[in-house]
Protein backbone atom coordinates (compact mmCIF):
# COMPACT_ATOMS: atom_id res chain seq x y z
CA UNK A 1 0.00 0.00 0.00
CA UNK A 2 2.68 2.77 1.06
CA UNK A 3 4.43 1.46 -1.72
CA UNK A 4 2.07 1.79 -4.69
CA UNK A 5 1.84 5.15 -2.50
CA UNK A 6 5.56 6.00 -3.36
CA UNK A 7 5.25 4.48 -6.55
CA UNK A 8 2.90 7.20 -7.64
CA UNK A 9 4.02 10.04 -6.28
CA UNK A 10 7.72 8.83 -7.87
CA UNK A 11 6.29 8.62 -11.18
CA UNK A 12 3.86 11.96 -11.41
CA UNK A 13 7.30 13.27 -9.98
CA UNK A 14 9.22 11.87 -12.97
CA UNK A 15 6.83 13.52 -15.47
CA UNK A 16 6.99 17.12 -13.79
CA UNK A 17 10.66 17.05 -14.04
CA UNK A 18 11.04 16.18 -17.72
CA UNK A 19 8.61 18.69 -18.00
CA UNK A 20 10.26 21.26 -16.43
CA UNK A 21 13.63 20.21 -17.57
CA UNK A 22 12.46 20.58 -21.37
CA UNK A 23 10.93 24.06 -20.38
CA UNK A 24 14.27 25.60 -18.82
CA UNK A 25 16.09 23.99 -21.86
CA UNK A 26 13.82 25.82 -24.05
CA UNK A 27 14.40 28.69 -22.17
CA UNK A 28 18.32 28.72 -21.83
CA UNK A 29 18.13 27.96 -25.58
CA UNK A 30 16.88 31.00 -26.33
CA UNK A 31 18.34 33.27 -23.64
CA UNK A 32 15.23 34.13 -22.18
CA UNK A 33 15.23 35.95 -19.14
CA UNK A 34 12.43 33.67 -17.73
CA UNK A 35 14.88 31.21 -16.74
CA UNK A 36 15.64 33.33 -13.68
CA UNK A 37 11.96 33.95 -12.41
CA UNK A 38 12.22 32.92 -8.59
CA UNK A 39 10.30 29.62 -9.30
CA UNK A 40 12.30 28.36 -11.29
CA UNK A 41 14.71 28.33 -8.89
CA UNK A 42 12.67 26.45 -6.52
CA UNK A 43 9.89 24.43 -7.69
CA UNK A 44 12.31 21.99 -9.74
CA UNK A 45 14.33 21.28 -6.67
CA UNK A 46 11.78 20.50 -4.29
CA UNK A 47 10.23 18.23 -7.12
CA UNK A 48 13.67 16.52 -7.45
CA UNK A 49 13.92 16.31 -3.75
CA UNK A 50 10.15 14.46 -3.69
CA UNK A 51 11.44 12.15 -6.56
CA UNK A 52 14.30 11.20 -4.58
CA UNK A 53 12.27 10.55 -1.02
CA UNK A 54 9.94 8.44 -3.04
CA UNK A 55 12.31 6.67 -4.06
CA UNK A 56 14.12 6.19 -1.02
CA UNK A 57 10.87 5.41 0.42
CA UNK A 58 9.93 2.26 -2.04
CA UNK A 59 13.92 1.29 -1.40
CA UNK A 60 13.15 0.84 2.53
CA UNK A 61 9.45 -0.43 2.14
CA UNK A 62 10.35 -3.03 -0.08
CA UNK A 63 13.76 -3.75 1.55
CA UNK A 64 15.84 -3.17 -1.90
CA UNK A 65 19.31 -2.64 -1.10
CA UNK A 66 20.81 -0.77 -4.23
CA UNK A 67 23.84 -3.37 -3.83
CA UNK A 68 22.13 -6.57 -4.23
CA UNK A 69 20.08 -5.02 -7.54
CA UNK A 70 22.26 -3.59 -10.24
CA UNK A 71 19.11 -2.31 -11.81
CA UNK A 72 18.96 0.01 -8.78
CA UNK A 73 22.71 0.98 -8.77
CA UNK A 74 22.72 1.93 -12.31
CA UNK A 75 19.81 4.33 -11.56
CA UNK A 76 21.63 5.93 -8.67
CA UNK A 77 24.30 6.29 -11.34
CA UNK A 78 22.52 7.76 -14.41
CA UNK A 79 20.77 9.90 -12.32
CA UNK A 80 24.14 11.62 -10.72
CA UNK A 81 25.26 11.68 -14.37
CA UNK A 82 21.98 13.09 -15.28
CA UNK A 83 22.08 15.80 -12.65
CA UNK A 84 25.82 16.51 -14.30
CA UNK A 85 24.71 17.17 -17.44
CA UNK A 86 22.02 19.13 -16.60
CA UNK A 87 23.58 21.77 -14.63
CA UNK A 88 25.97 22.31 -17.89
CA UNK A 89 22.93 21.79 -20.13
CA UNK A 90 21.50 25.16 -17.97
CA UNK A 91 24.12 27.01 -16.05
CA UNK A 92 27.80 26.09 -16.11
CA UNK A 93 28.25 25.30 -19.98
CA UNK A 94 30.19 28.16 -21.49
CA UNK A 95 28.91 27.72 -24.95
CA UNK A 96 26.12 27.06 -26.71
CA UNK A 97 27.47 23.66 -28.27
CA UNK A 98 28.86 23.06 -25.00
CA UNK A 99 24.92 23.61 -23.63
CA UNK A 100 23.11 21.74 -26.11
CA UNK A 101 25.57 18.66 -26.11
CA UNK A 102 25.25 18.18 -22.60
CA UNK A 103 20.98 18.87 -22.86
CA UNK A 104 21.10 16.15 -25.66
CA UNK A 105 23.03 13.81 -23.20
CA UNK A 106 21.37 14.64 -20.00
CA UNK A 107 17.94 13.60 -22.68
CA UNK A 108 19.71 10.48 -23.52
CA UNK A 109 20.46 9.21 -19.79
CA UNK A 110 17.11 10.17 -18.73
CA UNK A 111 15.77 7.80 -20.84
CA UNK A 112 18.11 5.22 -19.98
CA UNK A 113 16.55 5.45 -16.45
CA UNK A 114 13.82 5.10 -17.97
CA UNK A 115 13.88 1.59 -19.77
CA UNK A 116 16.08 0.50 -16.17
CA UNK A 117 13.46 1.25 -14.49
CA UNK A 118 10.92 -0.80 -16.58
CA UNK A 119 13.19 -3.19 -17.71
CA UNK A 120 14.92 -4.14 -14.18
CA UNK A 121 17.63 -4.50 -16.28
CA UNK A 122 21.45 -2.68 -16.13
CA UNK A 123 22.41 -3.87 -19.35
CA UNK A 124 20.14 -3.32 -21.80
CA UNK A 125 21.67 -5.21 -25.04
C1 LIG B 1 18.37 7.01 -7.96
C2 LIG B 1 17.16 7.26 -7.66
C3 LIG B 1 16.05 6.27 -7.99
C4 LIG B 1 15.76 5.10 -7.34
C5 LIG B 1 16.49 4.50 -6.14
C6 LIG B 1 14.60 4.55 -7.98
C7 LIG B 1 13.95 3.40 -7.60
C8 LIG B 1 12.80 2.91 -8.16
C9 LIG B 1 12.03 1.79 -7.67
C10 LIG B 1 12.35 0.95 -6.43
C11 LIG B 1 10.98 1.63 -8.51
C12 LIG B 1 9.84 0.62 -8.37
C13 LIG B 1 10.03 -0.57 -9.23
C14 LIG B 1 8.78 -1.41 -9.24
O1 LIG B 1 8.19 -1.63 -8.19
O2 LIG B 1 8.38 -1.85 -10.30
C15 LIG B 1 11.08 2.63 -9.54
C16 LIG B 1 10.20 2.75 -10.57
C17 LIG B 1 10.36 3.61 -11.62
N1 LIG B 1 11.35 4.58 -11.73
FE1 LIG B 1 12.73 5.02 -10.34
N2 LIG B 1 14.24 5.37 -9.02
C18 LIG B 1 15.11 6.43 -9.05
C19 LIG B 1 15.10 7.47 -9.96
C20 LIG B 1 14.35 7.49 -11.11
C21 LIG B 1 14.42 8.48 -12.13
C22 LIG B 1 15.31 9.72 -12.10
C23 LIG B 1 13.56 8.10 -13.11
C24 LIG B 1 13.27 8.81 -14.38
C25 LIG B 1 14.11 8.95 -15.33
C26 LIG B 1 12.93 6.89 -12.72
C27 LIG B 1 11.99 6.20 -13.44
C28 LIG B 1 11.19 5.19 -12.96
C29 LIG B 1 10.06 4.59 -13.66
C30 LIG B 1 9.54 4.96 -15.05
C31 LIG B 1 9.55 3.59 -12.81
C32 LIG B 1 8.34 2.67 -13.07
C33 LIG B 1 8.81 1.37 -13.68
C34 LIG B 1 7.66 0.44 -13.91
O3 LIG B 1 7.01 0.01 -12.96
O4 LIG B 1 7.38 0.11 -15.06
N3 LIG B 1 13.42 6.54 -11.47
N4 LIG B 1 12.20 3.42 -9.30
Do not use: E
Not at 22 to 39: E, I, V, Y
Not at 89 to 95: D, I, V
Amino acid sequence: MAYALLKHIHLATIVITLALFLLRGAWRLTDSPKLNQKWVKIVPHTNDAILLAAAIGMLVVANLNPLDHGWIMAKIIALLAYIMLGTIALKRGKTPLQRNLAFIGALAVFAYMIAVAVTKQAWLV
